[in-house]
């Protein structure tokens, strides 16, 4: 099922998500609409409190639009390890239509986070997986990227989303 999509200032995506509990059918069914949910709206990502469930779990497939569908789902999602070495690039947001922030973050990054089967997973990602990563575990902790910009950055992009909000579509 299709969800409904929340935009930013929605307060949800503001909020500390809690930690999801036992990986039952309810958290298996959020998954399965989260994913339906990105792959219609054409993104490569999405966090649980991007459909206004404030709980640690997020989706990702950074691939499929040049190959073949990947998807991924990790619960309770924890970076443990992330490189000194930085990385920038653009980054847009479902819940932030329109709007593409230059944000800065670790090029690699090494994950642990439970499956959908209940057990431990861990791994390494780098390239655009690193950053997908990051920005949705962000998500997980109320952070957006128009929080990982300066101020002056942020008061212009605000801006032109508030423009292009209200503007003829
Ligand atoms: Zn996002």
Request: with cysteine; aromatic share 10%; net charge neutral.
């Given at each position: 099922m299709i969800r409904e999509i929340?935009?930013?200032?929605?307060?949800?995506?503001?909020?500390v998500c809690e930690p999801v509990g036992a990986v039952n059918q309810h958290v298996r069914a959020l998954a399965d609409d989260m994913l339906?949910?990105?792959?219609?709206?054409?993104?490569?990502?999405?966090?649980?409190?991007?459909?206004?469930?404030?709980?640690?779990?997020?989706?990702?497939?950074?691939?499929?639009k040049e190959g073949?569908?990947?998807?991924?789902?990790?619960?309770?999602?924890?970076?443990v390890e992330a490189s000194a070495e930085r990385a920038a690039g653009l980054e847009g947001c479902l819940s932030i239509p329109g709007i593409t922030a230059e944000v800065e973050r670790a090029?690699?990054?090494?994950?642990?986070?439970?499956?959908?089967?209940?057990?431990?997973?861990?791994?390494?990602?780098?390239?655009?997986?690193?950053?997908?990563?990051?920005?949705e575990r962000d998500h997980l902790d109320g952070i957006v990227?128009?929080?990982?910009?300066?101020?002056?950055v942020r008061a212009r992009l605000e801006t032109e989303?508030?423009?292009?909000?209200?503007?003829?579509?």
């Open positions: 929340r935009l930013w200032p929605d307060p949800v995506l503001a909020q339906e949910t990105m792959y219609a709206a054409k993104g490569r990502g999405l966090a649980a409190p991007q459909v206004g469930v404030p709980l640690r779990l997020f989706v990702m497939d950074c691939g499929w073949d569908r990947a998807p991924q789902v990790m619960v309770n999602p924890e970076i090029a690699e990054v090494t994950m642990r986070w439970t499956g959908l089967d209940g057990s431990l997973f861990a791994g390494r990602f780098s390239g655009f997986e690193a950053i997908a990563a990051q920005h990227t128009l929080d990982r910009v300066s101020p002056e989303y508030r423009a292009c909000r209200s503007g003829p579509s």
